[in-house]
């Protein structure tokens, strides 16, 4: 009889430890759908909201001419410029209007454009390796051609006559 109750023994402790096991997984596939179901409810008003993107995009000097667009814009932006952060408040009213144009944004900063920067800028050209900004400048580019240039207070003034 003593080796009945220690096989008995043995099968409760296997039976425990499968039932141990078993409560484990349950507890386990409980949390990843309690996670899931979550995950699910705050990303679902993510998806339902429309997409507010900033509507410009950084590029180098040697594409300035080169847009997919017809008619645009391009700020070339000098770095040291105190009043690029009232230009692009004033470019991100303008954006907001239901008909506008793209507008592009260049560094002067960005090691790539770095040959385009000089002392004296020279904006009329024939070929865009020979264009050079002094300072920040405001660009109307038609069909492949600089249409317009503003530089200084008249960035600041056609801006905000823009986004009136």
Known sequence: MRKNARERKVITNDEMS??????IIAWLLIILIGFTLITMYVTRDKKEKP?????????IVGSILNRSEEDYFVLVEK????????YQTMIDKYNNKDEHLRFYI????D???????ADEANLSVEKITDIR?????????????ITSTRMGDAIGDYLNKLSA
């Open 111 to 117: 090691p790539f454009n770095a040959s385009y920067v």
């Open 51 to 59: 997409n507010n993107d900033i509507q410009y995009t950084n590029i």
């Open 79 to 86: 770095e040291d410029d105190a009043n690029i952060q009232n």
């Open 18 to 23: 499968v039932g141990g096991f078993v409560k």
């Open 106 to 109: 260049v560094l002067l900063s």
């Open 133 to 145: 900004f002094s300072e920040t400048t405001l660009l109307h580019i038609k069909n492949g051609k």
